[in-house]
């Protein structure tokens, strides 16, 4: 006869694995196919918004990209990073971190219970900078507004910026991401995280604690809404 495990006793093994938290988020089962939801009335849909971005010439970044880096995930997403901009293998693929700072965000999110298609991933713009430098403020000031629209129509309950290039810029502000990361701000109501960008921590990795203790507040809001 099979034993019947206790909650202990799998929270025991979860912690052992390094799962410290179980969420249970809205989830769409359809995944990234969910983007053509129909909108709540009166809003536009990630699908409505992707189409004018593809054919998007606002700024010279898209005389050089491959592919158009929209975002990913549930559009119903309770949770929703941003980051600064494509890398090489996001221009690539047409997906955002997707590289090895990709893999360490995933296992952030893993760590705190969720997994990818729970979330919703994007960046401040939409197409690679040249030599992966950091957007130009008109560049990201020619791709803020698909962001924000973006924002509006997942409506998530807390946004977490990854890097000081996304806190800066959707923020509208010069803060350091050494005092501000852990400390939450507001964006239109939405309780906004700053925290490191994985590029980041692949450099200074002894600084990953910190993001993991972001990534607690994170799991802790979660919990109490």
């Not at 705190?112 to 900078?129: E, F, L, S, T, W």
């Not at 990854?162 to 109501?189: E, F, K, M, S």
Request: charged letters at 25%; aromatic letters at 6%.
């Amino acid at each position: 006869m099979t034993k019947r495990l206790s909650r202990n006793m799998v929270a025991a093994y979860l912690r052992e694995i390094g799962i410290d938290y179980v969420l249970v988020p809205a989830r769409d089962p359809r995944g990234a196919e969910a983007e053509t939801l129909p909108a709540r009335e009166g809003e536009e849909t990630l699908e409505d918004i992707r189409k004018e971005v593809v054919a998007c010439r606002r700024c010279p970044l898209c005389s050089g990209r491959t592919n158009v880096v929209f975002g990913v995930g549930n559009p119903r997403a309770r949770l929703m990073f941003v980051g600064e901009g494509p890398g090489v293998e996001e221009d690539r693929q047409g997906e955002p971190f997707v590289g090895a700072a990709g893999r360490l965000l995933t296992k952030w999110i893993q760590r705190i219970g969720m997994v990818r298609q729970d979330v919703y991933i994007a960046n401040i713009v939409k197409c690679r900078p040249p030599g992966n430098r950091a957007p130009l403020p008109e560049e990201a000031a020619a791709c803020l507004p698909y962001l924000r629209r973006q924002i509006r129509a997942i409506r998530p309950e807390i946004l977490c910026t990854l890097g000081a290039v996304a806190l800066n810029h959707l923020l509208g502000n010069n803060d350091r991401i050494t005092r501000a990361r852990g400390n939450w701000r507001d964006l239109d109501g939405i309780p906004v995280l700053p925290t490191y960008h994985p590029a980041y921590i692949l450099r200074n990795a002894t600084r990953e604690h910190e993001v993991l203790a972001d990534f607690d507040l994170l799991a802790q809001r979660l919990r109490s809404g």
